[in-house]
Structures are given as structure tokens and as C-alpha cells.
């Protein structure tokens, strides 16, 4: 079973991400003060989620990314995933979708056996269609 939204499982493959949380609030009130609470601990940040959204994970804060990507998905809370060299994003909705883009086939080719199991689809954006 996949467990995240991570490249890779092999802690030696991770170089990092930066991982952007886009909205939240879109839930119940108690559901909401739990995200943030679990978010906040793991950040260890005295600033409110609101003035610091985009979290820098280096390579060393594989757990870290795991367990960010995991909040986005369990609370259903928009966040941008981006690689550290730019090649590929995604974008998890709250609509219960990821999107991934990235700059190569070679690389979307490697994300879409990445995540088989998960049955991606082909889609691109009618602003991206020519």
C-alpha cells in the first residue's frame, strides 16, 4: 500500500520538497482544530499556519515530509507538493484529486508507474490544450 505522496519510500532517495499548504478551514470546527493542532506540533512553529503556509523539508526530514503529506490527505486540505529541482508538482485538492505535472515524459512516465496502484488517469487542463 502507498502511504504517501512522496517520490520515494527509500529514505536515501528523498532530497527534499517544499510543501505548500494552500486552504484549510473547509471543514467542521473540531475537525479544523485538530488538523491544526497535529500541524502545528509537528511544525514546532510558534507562528500561526496562516503566516507561514510553504514548509521547506530538507533532505534529512523524510518522516517530516511523510507525515505533512499525510495531514493534507487525512484532513483534505489543499497543498502543493514541488520538488526540489523544479521537475514535477502536485496539487492535492480537498475535491479528493492529486494532480501531478511535471516537466518531462520521462519524469511523468516514472510518477505514473510510480503510482500504479492508485489507477492515475491522463487528463491535461483545457487551459493547457491546444
Known amino acids: 500500500m502507498l502511504g ?3 517520490v520515494h519510500d527509500d529514505e536515501k532517495e528523498f532530497n527534499g520538497c517544499l510543501i505548500w499548504l494552500r486552504q484549510w478551514g ?3 470546527e473540531t475537525t479544523e482544530a485538530v488538523a491544526r493542532l497535529t ?4 511544525r514546532c512553529s510558534e507562528e500561526a499556519l496562516e503566516a507561514t503556509p510553504a514548509h521547506l523539508i530538507e533532505a534529512s526530514e523524510f518522516v517530516v515530509a511523510h507525515a505533512l503529506v499525510t495531514y493534507l490527505l487525512l ?6 507538493l514541488i520538488a526540489p529541482d523544479g521537475e514535477w508538482f502536485a496539487f492535492i485538492s480537498h475535491d479528493e484529486s492529486v494532480f501531478f505535472l511535471s516537466r518531462t515524459d520521462i519524469r511523468f ?3 505514473e508507474q510510480r503510482f500504479r496502484d492508485w489507477h492515475p488517469q ?3 487542463p483545457s487551459y493547457l490544450r491546444a
Not at 484532513?75 to 502543493?80: A, E, L, N, S, V
Open 4 to 6: 504517501s505522496l512522496l
Open 26 to 28: 473547509i471543514w467542521g
Open 39 to 42: 500541524i502545528e506540533n509537528l
Open 75 to 80: 484532513f483534505q486540505w489543499d497543498g502543493y
Open 109 to 111: 512516465r516514472n510518477l
Open 122 to 124: 491522463r487528463n491535461t
